[in-house]
Structure formats: C-alpha cells, structure tokens
C-alpha cells in the first residue's frame, strides 16, 4: 500500500496570505489528523477527522481550518498568516478511531 | 487538560549500554504511543499500547505501560548508533471515543560509537 502523502513538502508565503495543505491518507483509511510542529511548541494536535466529520480538535484559533472528503482526502487551510504559522505540518492516518497512525512527510511552511 | 512529560529530553549514551525514556501523563488513558522522529523526518510508529501492564519489544527497544501510574516506559537495551534520534510518547486523550492525542516533550538521544 502506497503511505500518506502530503503535498507540497515546502511554502513560503507572506504574512497576511492563505495557504492550503493537503493530505491522501493511506488506502482504507477514514481517520485523518493533523498536526503542527515546531521547534518551541513541539507536537501539536490540530484537528481530526472521520468520515468527512471534525471529531476533535485542538486550541487553534479559527484561522486554522480543515476539511476531508468522501475519499478521505483532507485539506486543511491557515488564513491570514503569522509569522509563527511557520511549522512542520504533519498528518496522519489511521483505519479505526485510536488505532496505530501512520504519519505523512509533512509539509513545511515558511511564513515570511 | 491532559499533560504529557518525558524525560530525559535529552540522552547522551555509549554503545552497548542501557537506559530507559519515562513518560508520566496527567488523566486516565488507556492507548499509548511511542513514536521515532530522525532529523528532517517524519513520524515512524513504534508501539502502541492498550491496556494496563502492556509490554512490547521490537529489537533494542521495549516499552511497557502503568495505567494506575500513569506511566510508560521505553527501555533501550544495549544501544546501537542507529538508534540515536528523538523519541516521542503520545497519549490518546479521548473523549466519547473521539481521537485527541496529546505528545510529550520528546526525547533526543544520541548514540555515542
């Protein structure tokens, strides 16, 4: 089985703009989560998804959306850009609620 | 709010030699994760573990977990230069069955020849 791909693997934008990531989850996967990580917050979790529906999220601001379709791609998208949105953004997939997740390449996003 | 700590957050050892990785979480959990990062890389999972008292060993490393400790380890047994990277406990903090995995500090370890 192919893994979890991310696209693009690297931005950079300017502060103020928008920017959309995108994750293909492992074939037969219908969970999707993303995560932000950085040098001085670490790992964090932003949001989850199951069959097209947010199950959980983190303390993001509501600059920082998503959304999955019927094919359990995702997207997940930042509006107006800080200079601290610079992050490694990661996803994962898995096939049941809390089972073993498998972690894209992530998409490194320089904000400028 | 769950809180996730490890430690050491970093981890200087010689070849051959063991150690052991803490993680202490805050709220009760019962799913746990143990996650490999090598520099510029992503997530590799290694173990994931479900219940009180779990252990699984996959080569050089063993993790174990205490549900009523709130506590889980991963023991690295004689160690290997391959083995040096940053290593990441992950606790699942679900609520109604929901997944909201919370990560802990991470630790570096770096493997000395």
């Known amino acids: 089985k192919a893994g979890v791909t991310q696209t693009p693997r690297y931005l950079i934008k300017t502060r103020g703009q928008q920017v959309t990531l995108s994750c293909s989850p492992i074939?037969?996967?219908?969970?999707v989560s993303w995560y932000q990580q950085t040098p001085g917050q670490g790992l964090q979790f932003l949001f989850e998804?199951?069959?097209?529906?947010?199950?959980n999220k983190g303390n993001f601001p509501g600059r920082f959306s998503g959304r999955q379709f019927s094919n359990s791609r995702s997207e997940m998208n930042v509006s107006t850009l800080e200079l601290g949105d610079s992050a490694l953004y990661l996803c994962?997939?898995?096939?049941?609620?809390?089972?073993?997740?498998?972690f894209g390449p992530g998409t490194r996003l320089t904000v400028l | 709010e769950l809180k996730v700590e490890q430690n050491p957050l970093f981890l200087s050892m010689q070849e051959g030699k063991n150690y052991t990785i803490y993680c202490n979480y805050s709220?009760?959990?019962?799913?746990l994760y143990w996650y490999r990062q090598d520099p510029g890389k992503s997530l590799e999972s290694l173990f994931v573990?479900?219940?009180?008292?779990a252990v699984k060993q996959e080569g050089r490393l063993m993790a174990s977990l205490d549900t009523k400790a709130r506590l889980s380890t991963l023991h690295i047994t004689a160690a290997v230069h391959d083995l040096s990277a940053t290593y990441f406990c992950?606790?699942?903090?679900?609520?109604?069955?929901?997944?909201?995995?919370?990560f802990g500090t991470g630790t570096k370890l770096q493997v000395i020849p």
């Open positions: 994962a997939s898995s096939d049941q609620l809390a089972d073993t997740q498998y």
């Open positions: 074939s037969g996967h219908r969970s």
């Open positions: 998804y199951f069959s097209e529906t947010q199950r």
């Open positions: 709220t009760t959990s019962d799913r």
């Open positions: 573990l479900l219940s009180n008292g």
């Open positions: 992950a606790v699942d903090g679900s609520v109604g069955g929901y997944q909201k995995v919370t």
